[in-house]
């Protein structure tokens, strides 16, 4: 059963200490989407990768957030430092061909940063 | 940007009954997916219909990309229907990513 797994399911920490969340997407898909939801903003997207590269991340705040592909089974999204403001669920999805076919989501990261 | 619009915004139904749920965007797409999102949080892929109809069970979506708007109907409901739908759109031009519209929260009571 093809799924994509996001790790950690739930994650607390405080504010100004890293945090590392991690996407394994479904195998054979070129493509990766980073989501933030809140209740206030709804979904939001924040970065995305084809075929290991970044084609977009302008939806992140790039003093604080990074992301990145070191391999085709591992996306990875660090915040550093945290802020309660971040306190979010994080969605990864992948596809093949990005917008072209359909997406398939991971069970987020609650993330609370206090 | 994109708008994705949907409504209503909130829906409460007796378990049995019908809805019809709305998409509208603005702008031409060349994909639109349906999730649900279910009371624990998970997205939940419906239908990916960037175009026609299809059909899954009690539910069915129905796009016309041509007149920019997307109907997913949910016949006979049941309480565990309940949760926020969204619909997801992608434009070619602008790498494909989606946006996703408000969503629909929809309750269905026993």
């Known amino acids: 059963d093809a799924r994509v797994t996001q790790t950690p399911r739930h994650k607390v920490t405080e504010m100004g200490q890293e945090v590392t969340m991690r996407c394994q997407p479904i195998?054979?898909?070129?493509?990766v989407f980073w989501y933030r939801q809140t209740m206030m903003q709804g979904l939001e997207l924040l970065a995305y990768?084809?075929?290991?590269?970044?084609?977009?991340d302008s939806g992140m705040p790039k003093d604080r957030f990074s992301a990145e592909m070191p391999d085709a089974t591992l996306a990875t999204l660090k915040i550093q430092p945290s802020e309660p403001r971040d306190s979010a669920v994080y969605f990864c999805?992948?596809?093949?061909?990005?917008?072209?076919?359909?997406?398939?989501f991971g069970q987020g990261t609650r993330l609370t940063v206090v | 940007g994109i708008q994705v619009e949907q409504s209503p915004p909130d829906l409460i139904l007796q378990e049995g009954a019908n809805s019809t749920l709305r998409c509208n965007f603005s702008?031409?797409?060349?994909?639109l997916q349906w999730f649900h999102q279910n009371p624990w949080g998970q997205l939940i892929n419906l239908f990916y219909?960037?175009?026609g109809t299809k059909q899954n069970g009690r539910l069915s979506a129905t796009t016309v990309a041509t007149e920019r708007y997307s109907l997913l109907y949910i016949s006979s409901s049941q309480t565990t229907d309940s949760g926020v739908y969204f619909c997801?759109?992608?434009?070619?031009?602008?790498?494909?990513?989606?946006?996703f519209g408000t969503g629909t929260s929809l309750t269905v009571i026993p």
């Open positions: 999805a992948s596809g093949q061909r990005g917008g072209d076919t359909e997406a398939f």
């Open positions: 997801a759109v992608s434009l070619r031009d602008t790498g494909n990513q989606f946006y």
């Open positions: 219909i960037p175009s």
């Open positions: 990768f084809r075929n290991r590269a970044p084609l977009d």
């Open positions: 702008d031409s797409v060349n994909n």
């Open positions: 195998l054979g898909h070129n493509t």
